[in-house]
């Protein structure tokens, strides 16, 4: 019965009726991506969604981003927390995404969001296996850094405990992720309030402050003007 009920809550999650797919991503970029190798990854120490539990952690102030800048072997790249967009370009990084660096910052986890315009409903399946290691592995499985599966599955698990009766409602009622008026559905919604603002301080990297439109419809302006044309080797991901 629980394994019932936890796929009921992943199907109501990911939506019933799936969003047109964005458009794909040039493969040689995701390789590229793939190819490199971070100094100074982020580090996840436990569940953040206990650590912050009842509070809301503190968000970047406005204009901050995330840089990265390769070693000049064009391979090896360091991650830091800027300001502003003129603070990181003096210092020789280029943006990566809006906001400060956070787990999902690599450029591996950037790969893995070009490549997958839909996270939410692969993140929520892997969550079907209702021990920790095996849903774990799952997320891992997706091609991300091991810091920032550990962020997806704590999210996911949050979500799981937070929102459980709302997504089942929402997968009876085979709900599309949006509503006419470009509201999230319900248990989107959910997931947006309940274990969103902690995600988005500890991962970093969202595909909106990346400048990567999604399966899930957003407004525009909520999706950053990032361009990827950093990376030695590989072709320019344009801003949207």
């Known amino acids: 019965m629980?394994?019932?009920?936890?796929?009921?809550?992943?199907?109501?999650?990911?939506g019933a009726r799936p969003a047109p797919e964005p458009p794909t991503a040039d493969a040689r970029l995701v390789?590229?991506?793939?190819?490199k190798v971070a100094l100074d990854p982020p580090a996840l120490d436990g569940d953040p969604y206990q650590a912050w539990r009842g509070r809301a952690p503190p968000a970047a102030p406005a204009g901050t981003v995330c840089g990265v800048r390769f070693?000049?072997?064009g391979t090896r790249y360091r991650l830091a927390t800027f300001g502003d967009e003129a603070a990181s370009r003096a210092a020789g990084f280029a943006v990566t995404h809006t906001g400060?660096?956070?787990t999902c910052s690599t450029l591996q986890d950037l790969a893995v969001y070009l490549e997958r315009p839909d996270l939410t409903a692969p993140v929520r399946r892997c969550g079907i296996d209702l021990s920790d290691s095996g849903s774990l592995a799952c997320i891992e499985a997706l091609g991300f850094s091991g810091p920032c599966?550990?962020?997806?599955?704590?999210?996911a698990?949050?979500?799981?405990?937070?929102?459980f009766g709302v997504c089942v409602l929402s997968w009876i009622e085979a709900e599309a992720p949006t509503r006419p008026d470009g509201r999230l559905n319900a248990c989107l919604q959910c997931d947006e309030d309940r274990s969103g603002p902690v995600f988005k301080a500890v991962a970093g990297r969202t595909r909106r402050n990346s400048g990567i439109r999604s399966?899930?419809?957003r407004p525009e302006e909520e999706v950053a003007r990032v361009v990827h044309d950093y990376v030695p080797g590989a072709p320019a991901r344009e801003a949207p």
């Open 2 to 14: 629980r394994a019932v009920a936890a796929a009921a809550l992943l199907a109501a999650c990911a």
């Open 31 to 35: 390789a590229a991506l793939r190819s």
């Open 215 to 217: 399966s899930i419809p």
């Open 157 to 163: 698990r949050n979500t799981r405990r937070e929102c």
């Open 100 to 102: 400060a660096c956070g």
């Open 149 to 155: 599966a550990r962020t997806w599955f704590f999210n």
């Open 71 to 73: 070693e000049p072997d």
